[in-house]
């Protein structure tokens, strides 16, 4: 062993690191649950919010009092699909 080695460091070090791996890999595991939990409230919540968006659009194209205003706010958040340009013919 060269002498500019400290071995009584070493196998703290190698220890501290069997003790972390296991704790890492837990730990990994749940922020990835976490993630995915994040995920599926974000999908729910955009559903919710997409429902709630077409009954407000339903209510201004009925006039609804007050829908008008509340629908035109919204309809900056959900500006749809772009709609797709035809392509011409080949001659």
């Known amino acids: 062993m060269p002498g500019y080695i ?9 220890q501290a690191r069997r003790d ?3 704790r890492l890999r837990r730990a990994t595991s749940i922020m990835e649950s ?5 995920l ?3 999908s ?7 429902a709630f968006y077409k009954a407000v659009k339903a209510a201004a194209q009925a006039n609804v009092p ?10 900056a958040q ?3 699909r772009p709609r797709s340009i ?6």
Do not use: H, K, W
Not at 34 to 38: E, G, L
Not at 66 to 75: E, R
Not at 86 to 91: G, I, R, V
């Open 6 to 14: 400290d071995l009584a460091e070493l196998n703290r070090d190698m």
């Open 78 to 80: 959900f500006p749809g």
């Open 20 to 22: 972390l791996i296991p």
């Open 34 to 38: 976490m993630d995915d939990t994040a």
């Open 44 to 50: 729910d919540v955009f559903t919710n919010c997409l």
């Open 86 to 91: 035809p392509t011409p013919p080949n001659p």
């Open 40 to 42: 599926l409230l974000g």
């Open 66 to 75: 007050g829908s008008t205003s509340v629908y035109q706010d919204l309809a």
